[in-house]
C-alpha cells in the first residue's frame, strides 16, 4: 500500500450572521509564517477570479503569537447583497444564489514577498444568513 502525503490545508466551515463581526484566530509555527504577507478571502465559487470580500488580517505581534482574520460587519452585510443580487440575475434560487443567505467559499495564505513559496493554512466553505436588525 502506498503512503499518501497529504499538504491540504486544514478544513473549518464558517456559518455567519450578516452584519456582524467575525473573528477566526489562526496558530502556526513561526518557523513557517516568520516573515510573510497574510491573505485572506472569500468568493462563491473556488473558481472565480475575484474575491467578493477580504478578511482583514492582523498577523502575529509576536513569535509563536496568534494571527487574527477578521471579516468585518460591513464587509459580511455586502456579501447579502451579492447574493441577492445573483438570485434575482438567476431568476430562481441555486445553490450560489439563495435569496438572504451568501454560500461560498473562503482560505487565508501565506506567501513571500516574492508570492512564492504559498502556503495555504486554512479553507473552508462560508455560509452567511441575512441578519433582522440593523442600526
Known amino acids: 500500500m502506498a503512503n499518501i502525503l497529504n499538504t491540504r490545508p486544514e478544513e ?3 456559518e455567519a450572521y450578516a452584519g456582524d463581526t467575525t473573528t477566526i484566530k489562526i496558530v502556526a509555527p513561526t518557523a513557517l509564517v516568520g516573515g510573510m ?3 485572506a478571502g472569500i468568493k ?3 473558481s472565480s477570479s475575484k474575491n467578493d470580500a ?4 492582523t498577523p502575529p505581534e509576536v513569535a509563536g503569537g496568534p494571527a487574527y ?4 460587519s460591513e464587509d459580511s452585510l455586502a456579501l447579502m447583497g451579492i447574493a ?5 440575475e438567476a431568476n430562481a434560487p441555486s445553490q450560489h444564489s439563495v435569496v438572504n443567505e451568501y454560500i461560498g467559499y473562503w482560505d487565508c495564505q501565506i506567501s513571500s514577498d516574492t508570492d512564492d513559496p504559498v502556503r495555504t493554512l486554512v ?3 462560508i455560509k452567511i444568513m441575512l441578519d433582522v436588525t440593523r442600526p
Do not use: E, P
Not at 477580504?54 to 488580517?57: D, E, L, P, T
Open 123 to 125: 479553507q473552508g466553505s
Open 84 to 88: 441577492n443580487a445573483r438570485a434575482q
Open 12 to 14: 473549518v466551515d464558517i
Open 54 to 57: 477580504s478578511f482583514v488580517v
Open 44 to 46: 462563491a465559487r473556488r
Open 37 to 39: 504577507v497574510w491573505h
Open 69 to 72: 482574520i477578521t471579516l468585518t
